[in-house]
């Protein structure tokens, strides 16, 4: 079953029509904004727009301390990721044409300093977390993740997600997404999904499309 079909731009206006959704939009624009202005997104001038986008995408609610406790949080992430020379790897890549094989552990190594326990949260492993920062930093490589975009990948690509409300995240699964949503925007054609919404970074296209499938298919699993 294939991710990206002739329905993909019906899904989108879906995702924009949601009242939640549409407030996600604004958030997003107003971090993507920042950060074409600021330029470099490992700044500490951007911290606090990427702290803006994660407490505006929930991420707030599940960290225990809410938005103090993020801040000082994702200050020491931050702080690891500016040490480490491999992620400047990262900057430019799309993710339709980056060597995804030859960048895997940069990927793997970025996914850690903000998933592991004791990062962004200070007692759990914090994936959806992780996945919403790396996107913040590098919009035009990582996707978004949360329950509804990995029962998506898990029907559509066979990524080994657990349907429950924990998938079982890892950087493993979560480069087998980016890996999955490659191939499907190779194989629909890169100028044709670009088009799909034009200007917005290809793998925010790919989240809104998994979110509205997967919320659609826990809604009709509920009902049978």
């Known amino acids: 079953m294939r991710l990206l079909g002739e329905c993909a731009g019906e899904l989108i206006e879906a995702y924009n029509r949601d009242p939640r959704c549409h407030r996600y939009n604004q958030i997003a624009l107003e971090v993507y904004k920042a950060r074409r202005a600021i330029g470099d ?11 803006d986008g994660l407490i505006g ?16 949080r994702l200050q020491i992430c931050l702080d ?29 190594s970025a996914y850690e300093i903000f998933s592991l326990r004791g990062t962004l949260h200070p007692l759990k492993q914090s994936h959806v977390a ?19 975009v990995a029962i998506t990948f898990r029907e559509r690509l066979g990524v080994k997600f657990r349907r429950s409300t924990q998938p079982g995240f890892s950087s493993d699964k979560y480069y087998c997404c980016l890996l999955g949503a490659q191939n499907e925007i190779r194989s629909f054609g890169v100028d044709r999904f670009r088009q799909l919404e034009w200007g917005t970074p290809e793998p ?13 298919s826990t809604t009709t699993a509920a009902d049978i």
């Open 80 to 108: 690891v990721a500016r040490k480490s020379t491999s992620i400047s790897q990262l900057r430019d890549r799309q993710l339709s044409t980056a060597d995804l094989a030859a960048i895997k552990p940069v990927i793997t």
């Open 57 to 72: 995408f929930g991420i707030g609610i599940t960290i225990k301390g809410g938005r103090d406790a993020l801040k000082g």
């Open 41 to 51: 997104a490992l700044s500490p001038q951007f911290q606090s727009h990427i702290l």
């Open 204 to 216: 925010r296209i790919i989240d809104k499309i998994a979110f509205i499938l997967g919320k659609r």
């Open 130 to 148: 992780a996945t919403k920062t790396l996107h913040w930093l590098f919009p035009d490589l990582f996707l978004m993740l949360d329950s509804n």
